[in-house]
């Protein structure tokens, strides 16, 4: 089949033309007509199969007819990665080169008034990251209920990189009346289901098993003790006939060790991952497309999106934490029919990273030998299965080896006993010496009972008043409450803390005999 039979315009097939391609891909041979038909589409597919061309081809003949307004995109294509954003607006200005559409690219690390002049003169095709677009959107530079058409790309690696939030929120601000296609090339169950409430009646395309890897990828793997990782990559490089190449990294502190350590021993390498600015990023992947740069030790922020046609080999220093990552970092090579290499390099101890590897591409990877290096095995120990590097703490428990219980402290001995204790506790209790108590009982004398007898109501004091001269106050106490006073006892010795007088002091009522000048004016 041909590009002519899949109903694209004569612009769009004369920009095909002009790139050298004459045959679509198995997924572009099925979603090209269905989308120009204004399906949606759920895409599974492999990496480096032309997931890209198969939505923006239909694009650029659906938006050919219409006119964009300021700050309201017609169509909307999300990204995870500002890479792989930048590699889906360069496939519209050269297939889009005999149309005027417009396009803008809002992704971070660029500034934010060259995307507001873009938005404002009025975009068809706008490219964004989850987050560079909700920034605008809060900003109010953008409006997203006028988009048509929207495309959501990498939808598992969107998954891997926490972005389901914020692609939720977006779709929740676009108009129902919409035209969707999701494309992932992995079908988890998370992405199952949020495809099942993004899609309206969708047509299913997939062309590839999920998560399986191409079959003109040579692979192989190589089980090196940790600290002899940089040298088992050394001998590999140099034992290969390398064209270009990628060394992926787990994490992006060892992508500029590993730079460094190559350019150390003479090789043309250069880095890439993301706390590298944008134009550097740019900048550096420009130089190893054009040839500039051989090497690239990279993160997975460039294991999507990168679309170079004759890449040879990829390398992976580090064994990748989720199977999945495995597929798209080798798929970066063996791409347009072409054969690739992909070396793989396990610690002993990394046994159940690769083991989930091989049970998600349902195939074992090949073993391979460095040169001049022994070869070594998994450790037996690091339990099958494990998800993770075999470091810390074990898995059978709080110590030791799985199913084995920590050794109990000793228990601490006591002193023995003196021997004459020891003789008198064997004898019989009735020759055993009498103890005397070791405290003498206090006699006790009976209480006796007396019958209660009622007295009066008012007794008299228990204490006889103390016969002290009271502070005279102009007004002078109720006659019962002087008298309820001078029957009640003193039912406390010490001072309240809150008394400000002593309690052998009489307390002054009222005003004492100091009156303030103010009340003792003369009335009339």
Same mark, same amino acid.
């Given at each position: 089949?041909?590009?002519? !039979?899949?109903?694209?315009? +004569?612009?769009? /097939?004369?920009?095909?033309?002009?790139?050298?391609?004459?045959?679509?891909?198995?997924?572009?041979?099925?979603?090209?007509?269905?989308? /120009?038909?204004?399906?949606?589409?759920?895409?599974?597919?492999?990496?480096?199969?032309?997931?890209?061309?198969?939505?923006?081809?239909?694009?650029?003949?659906?938006?050919?007819?219409?006119?964009?307004?300021?700050?309201?995109?017609?169509?909307?294509?999300?990204?995870?990665?500002?890479?792989?954003?930048?590699?889906?607006?360069?496939?519209?200005?050269?297939?889009?080169?005999?149309?005027?559409?417009?396009?803008?690219?809002?992704?971070?690390?660029?500034?934010?008034?060259?995307?507001?002049?873009?938005?404002?003169?009025?975009?068809?095709?706008?490219?964004?990251?989850?987050?560079?677009?909700?920034?605008?959107?809060?900003?109010?530079?953008?409006?997203?209920?006028?988009?048509?058409?929207?495309?959501?790309?990498?939808?598992?690696?969107?998954?891997?990189?926490?972005?389901?939030?914020?692609?939720?929120?977006?779709?929740?601000?676009?108009?129902?009346?919409?035209?969707?296609?999701?494309?992932?090339?992995?079908?988890?169950?998370?992405?199952?289901?949020?495809?099942?409430?993004?899609?309206?009646?969708?047509?299913?395309?997939?062309?590839?098993?999920?998560?399986?890897?191409?079959?003109?990828?040579?692979?192989?793997?190589?089980?090196?003790?940790?600290?002899?990782?940089?040298?088992? /990559?050394?001998?590999?490089?140099?034992?290969?006939?390398?064209?270009?190449?990628?060394?992926?990294?787990?994490?992006?502190?060892?992508?500029?060790? /590993?730079?460094? !350590?190559?350019?150390?021993?003479?090789?043309?390498?250069?880095?890439?991952?993301?706390?590298?600015?944008? @134009?550097?990023?740019?900048?550096?992947?420009?130089?190893?497309?054009?040839?500039?740069?051989?090497?690239?030790?990279?993160?997975?922020?460039?294991?999507?999106?990168?679309?170079?046609?004759?890449?040879?080999?990829?390398?992976?220093?580090?064994?990748?934490?989720?199977?999945?990552?495995?597929?798209?970092?080798?798929? &970066?090579?063996?791409?347009?029919?072409?054969?690739?290499? !992909?070396?793989?390099?396990?610690?002993?101890?990394?046994?159940?990273?690769?083991?989930?590897?091989?049970?998600?591409?349902?195939?074992?990877?090949?073993?391979?030998?460095?040169?001049?290096?022994?070869?070594?095995?998994?450790?037996?120990?690091?339990?099958?299965?494990?998800?993770?590097?075999?470091?810390?703490?074990? +898995?059978?428990?709080?110590?030791?080896?799985?199913?084995?219980?920590?050794?109990? +402290?000793?228990?601490?001995?006591?002193?023995?006993? @003196?021997?004459?204790?020891?003789?008198?506790?064997? +004898?019989?209790?009735?020759?055993?010496?009498?103890?005397?108590?070791?405290?003498?009982?206090?006699?006790?004398?009976?209480?006796?009972?007396?019958? &209660?007898?009622?007295?009066?109501?008012?007794?008299?004091?228990?204490?006889?008043?103390?016969?002290?001269?009271?502070?005279?106050?102009?007004?002078?106490?109720?006659?019962?409450?002087?008298?309820?006073?001078?029957?009640?006892?003193?039912?406390?010795?010490?001072?309240?803390?809150?008394?400000?007088?002593?309690?052998?002091?009489?307390?002054?009522?009222?005003?004492?005999?100091?009156?303030?000048?103010?009340?003792?004016?003369?009335? &009339?």
């Amino acid at each position: 089949m041909s590009f002519e !039979s899949l109903g694209l315009s +004569a612009p769009v /097939l004369q920009a095909v033309s002009e790139k050298g391609y004459t045959q679509p891909t198995p997924i572009q041979e099925k979603a090209i007509p269905i989308v /120009l038909m204004g399906r949606d589409i759920l895409g599974c597919a492999q990496t480096g199969t032309g997931k890209t061309a198969s939505f923006v081809l239909p694009m650029i003949d659906i938006l050919a007819e219409g006119r964009a307004k300021a700050r309201m995109p017609r169509s909307l294509i999300l990204e995870p990665t500002r890479e792989l954003a930048a590699q889906v607006a360069e496939n519209f200005e050269i297939y889009g080169k005999n149309h005027k559409l417009n396009m803008a690219l809002l992704i971070g690390g660029v500034s934010f008034e060259d995307q507001e002049r873009a938005l404002e003169r009025g975009v068809d095709v706008l490219i964004a990251t989850p987050g560079r677009l909700l920034d605008h959107f809060e900003r109010g530079k953008v409006l997203l209920n006028d988009v048509k058409v929207l495309v959501i790309d990498e939808a598992d690696r969107m998954l891997d990189m926490g972005f389901i939030p914020d692609v939720e929120r977006i779709v929740g601000l676009l108009s129902p009346m919409r035209q969707t296609l999701f494309f992932s090339a992995t079908m988890p169950p998370e992405i199952k289901r949020l495809a099942d409430r993004f899609l309206s009646n969708p047509k299913e395309v997939t062309v590839s098993a999920p998560a399986s890897t191409g079959k003109n990828i040579v692979q192989g793997l190589a089980v090196v003790p940790e600290e002899d990782k940089r040298e088992a /990559l050394r001998r590999l490089i140099k034992d290969q006939d390398i064209k270009n190449a990628i060394v992926f990294c787990n994490r992006k502190r060892d992508v500029a060790i /590993l730079q460094g !350590s190559l350019k150390k021993h003479g090789f043309n390498a250069g880095a890439l991952h993301g706390d590298m600015s944008q @134009p550097a990023r740019m900048e550096t992947l420009e130089k190893f497309k054009q040839g500039e740069i051989q090497i690239l030790v990279a993160s997975d922020v460039a294991a999507r999106g990168l679309d170079i046609t004759d890449m040879s080999h990829v390398f992976n220093f580090d064994v990748p934490f989720s199977p999945e990552d495995y597929v798209h970092r080798i798929g &970066r090579t063996g791409r347009a029919g072409r054969t690739g290499h !992909s070396f793989t390099l396990a610690s002993p101890d990394e046994g159940g990273l690769v083991e989930a590897i091989e049970k998600l591409i349902g195939s074992d990877i090949p073993r391979v030998e460095v040169p001049g290096m022994d070869a070594v095995a998994f450790d037996p120990s690091e339990g099958r299965g494990r998800r993770g590097r075999g470091r810390g703490r074990p +898995a059978g428990g709080r110590g030791g080896r799985s199913g084995e219980r920590a050794p109990r +402290a000793p228990r601490r001995e006591r002193e023995p006993k @003196p021997e004459a204790e020891v003789q008198a506790e064997r +004898a019989p209790r009735a020759e055993r010496p009498h103890r005397e108590p070791r405290r003498e009982a206090r006699p006790q004398e009976p209480r006796q009972h007396e019958p &209660r007898q009622h007295e009066p109501r008012h007794r008299e004091p228990r204490h006889e008043a103390r016969d002290e001269p009271r502070h005279e106050s102009r007004h002078e106490p109720r006659a019962e409450g002087r008298a309820h006073r001078e029957r009640r006892p003193e039912r406390r010795e010490r001072p309240s803390r809150h008394d400000r007088h002593d309690r052998d002091e009489a307390v002054p009522m009222g005003l004492g005999d100091h009156v303030p000048a103010f009340l003792a004016r003369p009335t &009339r």
